[in-house]
């Protein structure tokens, strides 16, 4: 795998009743600014969907984005630090200020941490599971690592619809304070690509849900989750 690849993970609500203009500047401004910045390799957004059970889901903002990077030196470069400013010197009442300002808005830059691959987006994967905890007890963090790159993947890797599963830790600012923000920042992730959410139905996704091994992570990760949802993919950059 390239050097510690990277993704920002923004999770937001539409900062007013203009959606459909709101949605048109995110994807045509504020990603395509992105774009042009080398080391920027993927952009997807993602809306809020109906597939994963009421037991499993979360309240919660109802768009994510997540911005695949080749490593974190991009988001010290001089292109990056220049739009940053930039935009950070918007009015008050732009897309960009209000989106930033709105109290849902959640994000963190967080490091690849399994699988050790090189990640190529499937093309199908028109789906996306993603799963957020934080603060994990230090005294049980081997184990949730274990169980989930030793048992849970790999086992949701053998559900029909499951495409793609990796794993990520946050990532420190440069100033050495956490990346995490807002009400919904995880220190942990998971995402999996999916080719659809009609994978939550099947008995494999119940039987692989519900193993002993995973019932007793739970018993630790259930009131730290920030993040159990399944999103549909609106836009993707390489489409």
């Not at 081997?142 to 990532?171: C, K, M």
């Not at 995490?180 to 994978?199: F, K, M, Q, T, W």
Request: charged fraction near 25%; glycine fraction near 4%.
């Amino acid at each position: 795998m390239s050097m510690e690849r990277t993704v920002i993970v923004v999770r937001t609500t539409p900062p007013g009743d203009d959606e459909n203009e709101w949605n048109h500047w995110y994807e045509n401004t504020h990603i395509a600014a992105r774009l042009e910045i080398p080391g920027f390799l993927l952009i997807r957004r993602f809306q809020l969907s109906s597939g994963l059970p009421a037991t499993f889901s979360l309240d919660g903002p109802r768009y994510l984005a997540v911005y695949e990077v080749e490593n974190p030196s991009v988001l010290a470069s001089d292109p990056y630090l220049k739009l940053t400013k930039s935009e950070a010197e918007k009015p008050e009442d732009s897309f960009e200020a209000r989106t930033r300002s709105h109290p849902d808005n959640s994000r963190g830059i967080f490091r690849q941490i399994f699988p050790e691959q090189d990640y190529s987006r499937p093309s199908n994967a028109d789906y996306l599971l993603a799963v957020g905890h934080v603060d994990v007890p230090q005294d049980v963090l081997d184990e949730y690592h274990a169980w989930y790159n030793t048992e849970h993947i790999p086992s949701y890797l053998q559900i029909p619809g499951v495409l793609n599963a990796r794993r990520f830790a946050i990532s420190s600012l440069p100033s050495g304070a956490t990346s995490r923000s807002g009400p919904h920042g995880s220190d942990y992730i998971a995402l999996y690509d999916l080719e659809n959410d009609g994978v939550f139905q099947s008995q494999a996704f119940v039987e692989r849900s519900t193993t002993p091994w995973s019932t007793r992570v739970r018993e630790w990760t259930w009131k730290r989750r920030r993040m159990n949802n399944s999103y549909k993919c609106i836009y993707s950059s390489d489409s």
